[in-house]
């Protein structure tokens, strides 16, 4: 089945400790992203991913680091959470080629204390 | 960078009745308008995408209309179900850019039974 996982699925720690969001697609999709979701700012790009190596940054990517060594993972890394990046976040994929369609993951709801 | 504006926020309607949905975009050069329907605790779908060399799109009770010229594309659906119910977010993507999405805040439909 073609999907899009990540995990964990909910996640609550502290400020300062390190964490990791992992993110796979088995379809073999070229390109690959991480958004966060907040109440009534809808869907904002953190980062994006073209191919292995190749990594940009979206519209809020203070306090996230990305990496891209494998074509189907791309974790999101938060060296030092702080409470402002409680969210729910998503990552989603999707092919270089003719289709626009983007999937989604089912998302990571992150809590930070 | 581009921007997307979304209205109304909150839209609630008679089942049978049409719901419109409303986008504007900021960047000129933006060349591909996705819409994703986001149901509660679920990640969003793709419902309906239109580019930027064509005016309309139908699939069966949805369709999405783009003017260039005044930036803005719109959402309309028909003969509404209860199972619309859902939030509904437009995206525009950057022109130059082959995955920066910009999403608007998003929109609240109820429809009522």
């Known amino acids: 089945e073609a999907q899009v996982t990540q995990n964990p699925r909910y996640l609550i720690t502290v400020t300062g400790k390190k964490l990791t969001v992992t993110c796979s697609q088995n379809?073999?999709?070229?390109?690959m992203s991480w958004y966060r979701q907040d109440p009534g700012l809808g869907l904002r790009q953190i980062y994006y991913?073209?191919?292995?190596?190749?990594?940009d940054k979206g519209d809020v990517p203070e306090g996230y680091k990305v990496s891209r060594k494998e074509k189907r993972n791309f974790p999101l890394i938060l060296e030092s959470p702080s409470p402002n990046q409680t969210s729910l976040y998503f990552c989603?994929?999707?092919?270089?080629?003719?289709?626009?369609?983007?999937?989604f993951g089912p998302g990571t709801r992150l809590t930070v204390l | 960078g581009e921007n997307v504006e979304q209205h109304p926020s909150t839209l609630s309607v008679q089942e049978g009745d049409s719901a419109v949905i409303k986008c504007t975009y900021s960047?000129?050069?933006?060349?591909?308008f996705p819409w994703y329907k986001q149901e509660l605790g679920k990640r969003p779908q793709l419902i309906i995408d239109?580019?930027?060399?064509?005016g309309e799109k139908k699939d069966q009770r949805i369709a999405v209309t783009l003017n260039k010229t005044a930036k803005h594309f719109s959402l309309h659906i028909t003969e509404t179900q209860p199972e619309d119910s859902a939030v509904y977010f437009c995206?525009?993507?950057?022109?130059?850019?082959?995955?920066?999405?910009?999403f608007g805040k998003g929109t609240l439909l109820t429809v009522n039974p």
């Open positions: 989603a994929s999707r092919d270089r080629g003719r289709s626009d369609t983007q999937y």
């Open positions: 379809m073999n999709h070229e390109y």
């Open positions: 991913s073209m191919n292995v190596e190749v990594t």
């Open positions: 960047d000129s050069a933006s060349n591909y």
């Open positions: 239109i580019r930027s060399n064509v």
């Open positions: 995206a525009a993507r950057s022109g130059g850019s082959n995955y920066k999405l910009t």
